[in-house]
């Protein structure tokens, strides 16, 4: 199992950026998908998930209003739009999913992509 994350990029303060990552290989079934965050010098950080069945979602308060998770669950893809945009947020995003193969269960973690917010 793979997990491919893009989208990221430099974009002015207030601007946006959409992430995706998609999972391959061989995927029974996803049951969360969930956005990290690691800026330098800090913690790493968990910014959204959502759980695939029923759909609900949880946000980091600091992102809560700016920032929106989804899925395409025929298409094994999480995206996360990232809205009003602050310097703040400037760090890498990785992506994570709890995925299961066959009878097997485990936690699988994409390469990040950088997002970097300028004034």
């Known amino acids: 199992v793979q997990l491919q994350a893009s989208g990221g990029g430099t974009v002015q303060t207030g601007g946006s950026l959409r992430l995706s990552c998609v999972a391959s290989?061989?995927?029974?079934?996803?049951?969360?998908w969930a956005w990290y965050r690691q800026a330098p010098g800090k913690e790493q950080e968990l910014v959204a998930e959502?759980?695939?069945?029923?759909?609900?979602?949880n946000y980091a308060d600091s992102v809560k209003g700016r920032f929106t998770i989804s899925k395409d669950s025929a298409k094994k893809t999480v995206y996360l739009q990232m809205d009003s945009l602050k310097s703040e947020d400037t760090a890498v995003y990785l992506c994570?999913?709890?995925?299961?193969?066959?009878?097997?269960?485990?936690?699988?973690w994409g390469k990040g992509t950088q997002v970097t917010v300028s004034s």
């Open positions: 994570n999913a709890d995925i299961r193969v066959h009878f097997t269960r485990e936690k699988y």
């Open positions: 959502i759980i695939t069945r029923g759909g609900s979602t």
């Open positions: 290989g061989t995927i029974t079934g996803v049951y969360t």
